[in-house]
Nanobody, 128 residues
Framework: QVQVVESGGGLVEPGGSLTLSCAAS????????MGWYRQGPGKQRELVAV???????KYGDFVKGRFTISRDNAKNTVYLQMSSLKPEDTAVYYC??????????????????????WGQGTQVTVSS
């Protein structure tokens, strides 16, 4: 069984930076895609960023160049570097993993239903 563990959340002031990490371990098959989703109070879960083992990536529309996703395939670890954080970025950030390559000829499959494995989530609070 694959386990997904996030780390790196916390409290940061507006305009600050934070880096989240996520490691997927266990299981018999390679993890092809890993993504970050977030869910703010009273909001639906939304895509932050997704990256495949082949190096394809996609960001949510709200990111606008503020976040960077990267991946270490050898460690099945994905990182999310966040900068210029805003109070509206406050949310629980979830890491997700799947054995499937979510990038194809039609682009990315971005629904959170595409993932089999999820972490517990890490709280990010942006406040002064």
């Amino acid at each position: 069984q694959v386990q997904v563990v996030e780390s790196g959340g916390g409290l940061v002031e507006p305009g600050g930076s934070l880096t989240l990490s996520c490691a997927a371990s266990g299981g018999r098959f390679a993890i092809k895609s890993m993504g970050w989703y977030r869910q703010g109070p009273g909001k639906q879960r939304e895509l932050v960023a997704v990256v495949t083992s082949g190096g394809s990536w996609k960001y949510g529309d709200f990111v606008k160049g503020r976040f960077t996703i990267s991946r270490d395939n050898a460690k099945n670890t994905v990182y999310l570097q966040m900068s210029s954080l805003k109070p509206e970025d406050t949310a629980v950030y979830y890491c997700a993993a799947t054995k499937r390559n979510l990038y194809g000829s039609s682009g990315f499959l971005t629904s959170y239903y595409e993932y089999e494995y999820w972490g517990q989530g890490t709280q990010v609070t942006v406040s002064s």
